[in-house]
T-cell receptor, first 111, second 115 residues
Framework: GQQVMQIPQYQHVQEGEDFTTYCNSS?????IQWYKQRPGGHPVFLIQ?????EVKKQKRLTFQFGEAKKNSSLHITATQTTDVGTYFC???????????FGTGTRLKVLA | NAGVTQTPKFQVLKTGQSMTLQCAQD?????MSWYRQDPGMGLRLIHY???????DQGEVPNGYNVSRSTTEDFPLRLLSAAPSQTSVYFC??????????????FGEGSRLTVL
């Protein structure tokens, strides 16, 4: 079945450093979504990418969808303590309503 | 708007007991789903529904039943709880106008422990 892997599993950074998480799917995705989950909280939608090679920015966050639509990345510039949490990518299996989530990357920001 | 509401927030069961996790949404979303979250394994899809009377299995459906009698409600039933079902359960919904697209709205989660 379809698998979505994320690396790294954990990342500790000093406040002000950059952070990147990578998402890789075993199959081509029609679109990819990113979610953030604060400790003890629930996942919250960040963004959806649809087009091959698409790049979107939200303030310090930059999202990219690979040319082959099988991978994606999330880059945070100059991390802040408010960026702490787990970041998940998610993609639909082709032609279905099933959203498959990646394993997540847990980010810890040290002040 | 309340969004997606899950009850209970915490539950402790003994092996073999049954229970129902409730999920209700007030956004008139066609699509509703249940996920379980375990450490290091991300969110895994249990069951989902694309409208009243329609349900389908996700990645890990064994041991769980669902039904969708109304647009608003999507309960998850554990018929005979097992320790392997100890997890945090999330209900999520979205508008169902297009397959595989659109923001998922999550409930706050239900933490279940099976002894």
């Amino acid at each position: 079945g379809q698998q979505v892997m994320q690396i790294p599993q954990y990342q500790h950074v000093q406040e002000g450093e950059d952070f990147t998480t990578y998402c890789n799917s075993s199959t081509t995705l029609s679109n990819i979504q990113w979610y953030k989950q604060r400790p003890g909280g629930h996942p919250v939608f960040l963004i959806q990418l649809v087009k091959s090679g698409e790049v979107k920015k939200q303030k310090r966050l930059t999202f990219q969808f690979g040319e082959a639509k099988k991978n994606s990345s999330l880059h945070i510039t100059a991390t802040q303590t408010t960026d702490v949490g787990t970041y998940f990518c998610a993609g639909p299996t082709s032609g279905t309503y099933k959203y498959i989530f990646g394993t997540g990357t847990r980010l810890k920001v040290l002040a | 708007n309340a969004g997606v509401t899950q009850t209970p927030k915490f539950q402790v069961l003994k092996t073999g007991q049954s229970m129902t996790l409730q999920c209700a949404q007030d956004m008139n979303h066609e699509y509703m789903s249940w996920y379980r979250q375990d450490p290091g394994m991300g969110l895994r899809l249990i069951h989902y529904s694309v409208g009243a009377g329609i349900t389908d299995q996700g990645e890990v459906p064994n041991g769980y039943n669902v039904s969708r009698s109304t647009t608003e409600d999507f309960p998850l039933r554990l018929l005979s709880a097992a320790p392997s079902q100890t997890s945090v359960y999330f209900c999520a919904s979205k508008t169902g106008t297009h397959q595989g697209t659109g923001e998922l709205f999550f409930g706050e989660g239900s933490r279940l422990t099976v002894l």
